[in-house]
């Protein structure tokens, strides 16, 4: 079901995006046999051909936009339905695995459906303390540091209110909306 009509030979040209690309690329090697936009110029360039009104193509092409991120926005919809879901389950899973070992106080189950063992496993755990430890004993293997990143929401608030940051600027974009 499509959101808007849109004249029949723009909209195949528009379904058919996606198998062009797809076959841009090696599906087994993943190998980039054809380059990629110089597909998409193709497709712009048969789109540019068809012989309709470019307010049409335009009109079309814009509508085609909002029906694709309206189906987008669908499955995100759906996603996040799904994600619920799914941790409510695995909660409940892990509810019950509690309980069973609990119950089970490390003893093996058996019966003709399911099997229960157990394993020994071991992890290393650290406790806050530990960081401080190395760091004065010079044990800086130990430890992992993150790379520092720009707080990019602090920097903008910075430079709009005057502020000059060497490295950091605020850059004025045309974004387009279709509604």
Known sequence: MRLFEIREELQRLIDGIDDR??????PVTGE???????????IQNEIAALEISREEKREGVACAVLGIRAEAEAIREQEQILFR?????????D??????????NGEAFSSPRVTVRWRKTVSTEVEPAFIE??????L????????????KT????????GQILPGAQLVEHNKMSIK
Do not use: F, S, T
Not at 21 to 26: G, K, N, T, W
Not at 85 to 93: D, F, L, S, W, Y
């Open 133 to 138: 430890w190395a760091r004065e004993n010079g």
């Open 21 to 26: 690309l797809a076959d841009c690329i090696d």
């Open 32 to 42: 980039v046999i054809r380059d990629i936009e110089d597909e998409y110029a193709q």
């Open 154 to 161: 602090a920097i903008g608030k910075l430079l709009k209110a």
């Open 95 to 104: 509810r019950l695995a509690e309980y069973l070992e609990q119950d089970l």
């Open 85 to 93: 879901r799914r941790k409510k389950m695995e909660a409940k899973a």
């Open 140 to 151: 800086h293997d130990l430890l992992r540091y993150k790379d520092p990143e720009p707080d």
